[in-house]
């Protein structure tokens, strides 16, 4: 039981961190239907940028969790600046065109992310320091870290500004009218370039959190980093409900248990000829399933009917 109990804490803190990216993917799929590819490539220049903070001033003495917050600032700013040159560049001219232009744009620009990564940090992994208490922290059994406790806490308290921001304020009715019909929103004042934009920052924002955490937790940075996790989270914006974004945690933590368990068990239950290097089986079968039993996701898409 202690082991499971341990793979359900790794799986949520997985599922906390697919579920930050996932919410990038499906703001931006609410606002203008488009699937952003190039979003976790935005979470490995989040990352990489952190590093590079954190190792430039790493000789200051200065405590790890203000080393954390200032890498976090300078990462949101390069990730923000960098989504929304992405949006105005290669985004906004295809706004109007068939789909697959946009789609086939966004795979164009995940590649040359990875790219010019590659080029200014080198293709080699670089570890990444362990700015806060590395003591595990004993739950009678199973044990979690502070930077999982810090995944965890981050996760809900984005959600929640999220869930607030769309709900409750001037700009997210002004997101919500825009989803709906931009024309008719800028005929009422709404500026529709500017709330996507904004969606486009806010998305960069999550992706650079997603980034460091994801950095942290797992000690090392690269290049590709960004793949298999923008990969993952896209899975559960679909599981849970694309443009939901309640869906998008929920999805996030699905898979971040299902895949958790999968790594745990997959051995036993197949005898041995599956390690849990397969866990990713788990992980992709579990969306098939919901695919075919409930296309809409597991808390129905959310994406407003243009006029």
């Known amino acids: 039981m202690e082991t499971f109990f341990q793979q359900i804490i790794n799986g949520l803190v997985l599922g906390s961190m697919y579920a930050l990216v996932a919410?990038?993917?499906?703001m931006v799929y609410g606002i203008i239907n488009l699937?952003?590819?190039?979003?976790?490539?935005?979470?490995?220049?989040?990352?990489?940028?952190?590093?590079?903070?954190?190792?430039?001033?790493?000789?200051?003495g200065w405590p790890g969790w203000v080393l954390?917050?200032?890498?976090?600032?300078?990462?949101v700013v390069v990730c923000s600046v960098l989504n929304f040159g992405i949006e105005k560049l290669a985004y906004?001219?295809?706004?109007?065109?068939?789909?697959?232009?946009?789609?086939?744009?966004?795979?164009?620009?995940?590649?040359?992310?990875?790219?010019?990564?590659m080029i200014i940090w080198k293709p080699n992994p670089k570890p990444y320091p362990a700015l806060l208490p590395t003591d595990p922290i004993d739950l009678g059994g199973p044990v979690i870290s502070v930077t999982q406790c810090l995944i965890?806490?981050?996760?809900?308290?984005?959600?929640?500004a999220l869930m607030f921001l769309v709900n409750r304020t001037k700009r997210g009715r002004?997101?919500?009218?825009?989803?709906?019909?931009?024309?008719?929103?800028?005929l009422m004042g709404v500026k529709p370039d500017l709330v996507i934009s904004a969606t486009f920052v806010i998305g960069a924002t999550l992706a650079a959190v997603a980034g460091i955490m994801w950095a942290a937790n797992y000690g090392t940075v690269q290049h590709t980093m960004g793949f298999l996790p923008g990969l993952k989270a896209f899975t559960a914006a679909v599981l849970g409900g694309i443009g939901n974004l309640g869906g998008a945690v929920v999805g996030g933590l699905l898979l971040g248990l299902v895949e958790a368990l999968g790594a745990g068990y997959l051995g036993a239950l197949t005898g041995g000829v599956l390690g849990s290097h397969y866990a990713d089986i788990f992980a992709f079968v579990a969306l098939i399933l919901v695919l075919t039993l409930r296309p809409q996701g597991l808390l129905g898409e959310r994406v407003a009917d243009r006029a």
Do not use: K
């Not at 109007?96 to 992310?113: C, E, F, H, K, Q």
């Not at 965890?152 to 929640?160: D, E, K, M, P």
């Open 68 to 75: 954390m917050l200032i890498s976090l600032v300078c990462a």
């Open 152 to 160: 965890l806490g981050l996760t809900a308290v984005i959600l929640s």
């Open 23 to 26: 919410l990038g993917y499906t």
């Open 174 to 186: 002004a997101m919500r009218a825009t989803a709906e019909n931009p024309r008719v929103a800028a």
């Open 35 to 60: 699937i952003n590819f190039a979003h976790g490539e935005v979470l490995m220049i989040g990352a990489l940028t952190s590093w590079t903070v954190v190792t430039a001033l790493g000789d200051t």
């Open 92 to 117: 906004r001219p295809l706004r109007n065109a068939p789909r697959l232009a946009p789609l086939i744009t966004a795979m164009g620009m995940s590649l040359l992310l990875q790219t010019v990564a």
